[in-house]
């Protein structure tokens, strides 16, 4: 999506400590590890997925990004990327202004609900565009709205970031596009999708909006066929703010 690049928020050329937030696998504060080897990197999460081995200048920690933080540095650079809601982040962008040095930046990156669509493709009434609406109706119910991207800048100017600016890509369902770049992109997320729709799914649609297991698994099979579709030109928002 960034033409390899790994964030955009533009740090000094030899970055001193970097933290990345919800590291998940790890990959990309190793990557950036290895890019700038000035930086050292602190990646935290609630999980130890992380490989055992890394670079010299990484720290894989386990933490709760929500509580306090307790760092003794501040960081010239700040990363948070497809943590899906479950940072608060009016918190999370106080406690990086705390923590961040004079000139040090935030970036997020997270995608946002609903699905969109710009060429009538994806009607209303399709399994693809009322799962959406319907997951982003259970995530507001629960407090975490899939659709709080928008906000980030916002949020962001009000704890005291200035300079900020927000990015929006595009992330296609499938392999619809004819730009190469973006067919691309829709063939990883494609197979994001597929693989995960089930799990992120199930519980919200079961617990939250009190849906049985066997009516939404039959509803799934659709999503999935409007998922294969490639008349249908819909796509995530993919939200960047720095």
């Not at 390899?4 to 933290?19: E, F």
Request: aromatic share 12%; charged share 20%.
């Amino acid at each position: 999506m960034l033409d390899g690049k790994l964030h955009l928020a533009p740090i000094t050329p030899t970055p001193q400590c970097v933290l990345d937030i919800a590291t998940g696998s790890g990959i990309w504060a190793i990557e950036f590890a290895e890019q700038c080897p000035s930086a050292f990197v602190i990646a935290n999460d609630l999980s130890p997925t992380q490989p055992s081995f890394i670079p010299s200048n990484v720290q894989f920690e386990i933490d709760d990004a929500n509580e306090p933080w307790t760092y003794s540095r501040r960081f010239d650079f700040i990363h948070c990327r497809q943590h899906h809601c479950a940072i608060e982040e009016r918190n999370l962008f106080t406690q990086a202004f705390e923590f961040l040095q004079p000139g040090g930046w935030l970036e997020m990156q997270e995608l946002c609900y609903p699905i969109r669509c710009d060429d009538g493709t994806l009607s209303d009434d399709c399994a693809l565009s009322k799962w959406s609406r319907l997951l982003l109706d259970a995530t507001v119910r629960v407090g975490q709205a899939a659709n709080k991207p928008v906000q980030y800048e916002e949020w962001m100017r009000q704890v005291g970031f200035v300079n900020t600016r927000t990015i929006v890509y595009k992330w296609p369902t499938n392999t619809w596009p004819t730009d190469g770049k973006l067919k691309t992109m829709g063939l990883w997320n494609h197979y994001n999708a597929l693989q995960g729709l089930q799990g992120f799914t199930i519980g919200l649609f079961t617990r939250v909006l009190g849906w049985t297991l066997e009516k939404t698994e039959a509803f799934l099979l659709e999503v999935r066929k409007d998922l294969e579709n490639k008349d249908i030109h819909a796509y995530w928002p993919m939200w960047v703010d720095i």
